[in-house]
């Protein structure tokens, strides 16, 4: 674990601290979430709900996911023995890899990816296999080569780690691309797991298909979410498996062992939140949407080509418009140069190359916020 090292986004946030630059790195919003959600769980601190909740998580919340899960998808999951309450999606996503492979084992990731999925598969002992997502034309939609992607399963494949809506290109995988998915691991046994974290972060009339969903695959996939970046409490960590009964026993012994369970006033906030919040999260979808284009406007404005995304809180920035090459460059410098952070989209692969010339920033902020960053972005080009 020695090559990881301090994660990016604790990097640009505190040199986002230390310059004064405004942070479009991390991808967390700056408004609250729900007022009833939030007055739940600050009633169930003042009435005593601070000791152990059950280790699978409160049953409201099981039972809530459950609900949510065949309500939007039609996906029958037992809240008793197919819903696991985790610390977030980041410890669902290292519990399952932990549970569900072995040193040697091989994983095929869709790069790039969220930072923390490397870090899992190299505590597991396994290895990593990415399959590249790259835009169909300057400016357009990522995606993959499906003869790629069964290209790189191997014997040793254990597992296939994928993210719809995709955090950080803001793809959203098509029904089409999901059956390639599919269709590989039933072929190889393969298990699904799924990150979902933005399944309601969606814009322009996307939809969101569960990988659970397909032909062959609701007993091979472990479905991954959160309430975080759904209900704007990303500090909250309530996260959910959904799972077949042996995929869940088996992320459930190593969960256990890893937080064992989490805030109890948290967990009854968000089942309320997933039975009677929804219409919030559509009216979020819209001001998010607003907000994506606000930034991507303002960024073009300044010479960045940019990608609009389909879903998620960031938009892909990419600095061969503005002649140069080097994103990580590019963003290492902005702070100090321009006063905003954002992620350098290359610490996200393997293959330097994929995010090389990318930049990621998030539009999850307020208006001002991002008429702010724009400027400064155009003071420092008009100077330089």
């Not at 601070?50 to 409201?60: C, D, H, K, S």
């Not at 046994?189 to 814009?203: K, Q, R």
């Not at 939809?207 to 704007?232: E, N, Q, W």
């Not at 080509?305 to 879903?311: F, I, K």
Request: some cysteine; charged content about 20%.
């Amino acid at each position: 674990m020695r090559a990881f090292g301090t994660t990016i986004f604790a990097e640009m946030s505190a040199l986002a601290a230390a310059t004064g630059a405004i942070n479009l790195g991390q991808g967390f919003p700056d408004t609250d979430g729900p007022t009833t959600m939030l007055d739940i769980a600050a009633d169930g601190l003042r009435s005593g709900l601070n000791q152990y909740p059950p280790g699978t998580g409160r049953p409201e919340l099981r039972q809530a996911i459950a609900s949510h899960q065949r309500s939007h998808y039609g996906l029958s999951y037992d809240p008793d023995g197919e819903v696991l309450v985790t610390v977030g999606a980041t410890e669902a996503v290292s519990a399952s890899i932990l549970a569900l492979t072995e040193p040697g084992d091989e994983v095929v990731v869709l790069e790039p990816y969220y930072d923390s999925y490397a870090a899992a598969i190299t505590l597991a002992g396994a290895a990593r296999v990415p399959v590249s997502l790259r835009p169909t034309t300057p400016g357009g939609r990522f995606t993959f080569d499906p003869d790629e992607f069964r290209a790189a399963v191997t014997r040793r494949t254990r597992a296939v780690l994928i993210n719809s809506p995709h955090n950080p290109t803001g793809t959203v995988l098509t029904r089409d691309e999901l059956e390639v998915i599919a269709t590989v691991c039933v072929e190889h046994d393969l298990v699904a797991i799924s990150d979902e974290v933005y399944e309601h972060l969606l814009y322009d009339g996307g939809a969101h298909v569960p990988i659970a969903t397909l032909p062959g695959m609701r007993d091979r996939t472990v479905s991954i979410s959160s309430a975080g970046k759904s209900f704007s409490v990303t500090g909250w960590k309530i996260g959910w498996i959904c799972a077949a009964p042996p995929l869940i026993r088996a992320v459930n012994t190593v969960k256990q062992f890893l937080t064992y369970t989490h805030s109890a006033p948290m967990q009854l906030a968000v089942a309320y939140a997933l039975d009677n919040e929804m219409e919030w999260v559509d009216a979020l979808c819209a001001s998010l949407a607003g907000r994506r284009d606000r930034l991507a406007s303002g960024l073009e404005s300044v010479g960045l080509s940019v990608t609009h995304p389909q879903g998620t809180y960031f938009i892909q920035a990419d600095v061969r418009a503005i002649g140069l090459t080097d994103g990580e460059a590019f963003a290492r410098s902005l702070p100090h140069d321009a006063g905003v952070v954002g992620i350098p989209t290359a610490v996200f692969c393997d293959n330097d190359e994929v995010g090389r010339p990318f930049v990621r920033f998030a539009f999850c902020k307020r208006d001002e916020v991002l008429d702010e960053a724009v400027n400064r972005l155009m003071g420092s080009r008009t100077s330089s």
